[in-house]
């Protein structure tokens, strides 16, 4: 059960950080993992919250910021 509310945290850390402002992934992770995760921890939360639709890139560029879409406020609410 540790583990989920770890990746719960984790979660919300990176959305809550999202919906301050947009940010590249490196300054993400770099800011989520000084709060609370691991590297590894990160990619795999992240992963599943561009997949899900609640992040997304904010241009087609390569090194473009990502934001916080409308159903991933919805989702960082519910959290």
Do not use: W
């Amino acid at each position: 059960m540790r583990r989920l509310n770890d990746r719960i945290n984790l979660a919300k850390t990176v959305l809550k950080e999202l919906s301050r402002e947009p940010l590249c992934r490196t300054e993400l992770e770099k800011r989520t993992v000084r709060k609370n995760g691991t590297h590894a921890t990160f990619e795999g939360i992240f992963r599943f919250l561009v997949q899900s639709g609640y992040v997304q890139k904010n241009e087609q560029k390569h090194r473009a910021n990502y934001v916080l879409t409308e159903k991933g406020a919805k989702f960082l609410e519910a959290l």
